[in-house]
């Protein structure tokens, strides 16, 4: 039988037993199981947290496999939410993980209550609503974008998504590495607070590369409305 001090021994070696153990009460909810959706869960899933939701009623295609990091060509037509939990549970023989085949308005029917909401949507009007749900339930999320070599994370708590311009957006090409990259990031965030660590929230971080091929970080403190 695998003991939780040996599977976790690098986190228990950073934080001590006491904080690893309190990641064992904590509930997440990743809405989406795409390119950041697969990366969180790698992450996240074998971090220690007790239950992590996924929440995504798409199929895997073709043209996901390359960025979507938790799928194999085997993979394909497969609902992506349940791909998801079989690995994270075939990776952490101490996480609960539940697929929701159902979009994101039949999910906040549920009556489900979380630590923390992960945004891995694609879409600016579904973390629109996520923005909604959250604040109704005064939970906080964070929220996670990414675009050819771009991407942004922002720990949402008193700000408000509204902010941004919710118009329909038509994003162009995206790299594997920068989905990776920017969910990880998302992920160091949720993980920081979860084990509750400090972190900066309500602010914007930007992160993109030039046309000489540096990495340049931006922030942003968002504002309340």
């Known amino acids: ?71 194999t060509l085997a993979d394909e037509n497969r609902l992506k939410a349940e791909v998801v939990v079989e690995l994270m549970e075939a990776k952490n023989p101490f996480v609960k993980a539940i697929a929701y085949n159902i979009d994101f308005e039949a999910f906040t029917k549920l009556e489900n209550t979380y630590d923390l909401i992960l945004d891995a949507t694609d879409n600016l009007v579904t ?14 999320w964070i929220y996670a974008s990414v675009e050819e070599f771009n991407g942004q994370v922002c720990f949402f708590d008193k700000a408000s998504f509204q902010v941004f311009n919710t118009s329909d957006h038509k994003p162009g090409g995206i790299t594997a590495p920068i989905v990776i990259h920017i969910a990880s990031l998302q992920a160091n965030l949720a993980l920081r607070y979860l084990a509750g660590l400090s972190i900066v929230k309500d602010k914007l971080y930007y992160l993109y590369f030039n046309s000489d091929g540096e990495l340049i970080t931006q922030k942003f403190g968002m504002p309340t409305i």
């Open 1 to 71: 039988m695998i003991k939780t001090e040996e599977y976790f021994n690098r986190q228990i070696q950073l934080w001590g037993k006491e904080r690893q153990a309190s990641l064992e009460d904590k509930k997440i909810a990743i809405i989406g199981s795409g390119g950041l959706g697969c990366s969180l869960a790698m992450a996240l899933g074998t971090s220690g947290i007790g239950q992590i939701d996924m929440v995504d009623f798409d199929r895997v295609g073709i043209h996901n496999i390359h960025r979507q990091v938790a799928f």
């Open 127 to 140: 973390r629109e609503s996520i923005d909604a749900y959250a604040k109704e339930r005064n939970t906080p």
